[in-house]
């Protein structure tokens, strides 16, 4: 009888483990679908945010408003003192096909306030600029440029600008790939963007700058009078920023970065 008795306490215990056991398997498979779900959503809305700082626009869209810039006869700012007309005389100002942006001019006038400004277009007797479609907005915007406080969202942290500044210049002297044709001078050059450091690569796109991208090609031909020689100079936007990163929603940290993204070529013409 009392062998009965302990073989009934030990099953009655068995019974106990088995629930217990049971129980515990239902919690981690009930966690485990909570991670997999939250993560799928994660996902979701990670793409979403990707989307909407890259949005994709329209080439015929894009032709449109480049036009408008000459249509309201915005002035072009080729450094921070120094800005000229898009229209006057020997002046021209198209939008190219593909959408570029392109000026030409002869006028006397603006030559010589330039080389008042800047000793490297000093005798100089046209020039030519040409800015890639899809940075003309930019490039030509006369307002502030602002910093939005949008953020790139990545797993378990996220990056941001907290300030910054904005300069649209020139960049140093280049060689330029081009070959001349029965005085046409045909340039195809390739153009790349430098960033400072891998953080400043992970928060471009909220300036719009695909880092996936690091180049892009500016295709141009154009004619040459007799004895003229070309100097070729890279437009460039040149962000300047402070950029945060937060890890786990508490841990954060920031530093001074920099972006300098070519939106076109610039062409100094002296005889």
Not at 36 to 63: H, R, T
Not at 93 to 121: C, E, F, H
Request: charged content about 25%; some cysteine.
């Amino acid at each position: 009888m009392g062998y009965n008795e302990k073989t009934v306490v030990i099953y009655k215990k068995e019974g106990v483990c088995d629930l217990k056991n049971s129980r515990v398997s239902r919690f981690i498979v009930a966690l485990v679908a909570c991670i997999v779900v939250g993560g799928a959503g994660f996902l979701i809305f990670w793409n979403v945010n990707a989307e909407e700082v890259m949005p994709e626009v329209d080439q015929a869209k894009l032709l449109e408003s480049n036009k408008t810039w000459i249509k309201t006869n915005t002035s072009l700012t080729l450094e921070p003192n120094l800005v000229i007309p898009i229209k006057g005389d020997n002046t021209v100002t198209t939008i190219a096909p593909n959408g570029d942006l392109i000026l030409d001019t002869t006028n006397k006038a603006i030559l010589a306030r330039m080389a008042s400004v800047n000793v490297k277009y000093k005798d100089m007797n046209r020039f030519r600029v040409r800015v890639f479609a899809n940075k003309v907005s930019t490039v030509m915007n006369p307002a502030a440029f602002q910093y939005t406080h949008d953020n790139i969202d990545g797993f378990l942290t996220s990056y941001s600008i907290t300030k910054g500044t904005l300069d649209k210049s020139a960049g140093p002297a280049m060689k330029l790939q081009a070959r001349v044709e029965e005085q046409t001078l045909k340039v195809n050059e390739k153009l790349e963007t430098v960033y400072s450091s891998s953080l400043a690569e992970k928060v471009a796109p909220i300036l719009d700058i695909d880092p996936e991208i690091s180049s892009q090609y500016l295709e141009d031909s154009f004619n040459l009078a007799s004895g003229e020689v070309v100097t070729a100079y890279p437009r460039e936007l040149h962000y300047q920023f402070s950029a945060e990163k937060t890890s786990l929603a508490f841990f954060k940290s920031d530093s001074d970065e920099e972006i300098v993204q070519p939106v076109g070529l610039e062409y100094v013409i002296k005889k």
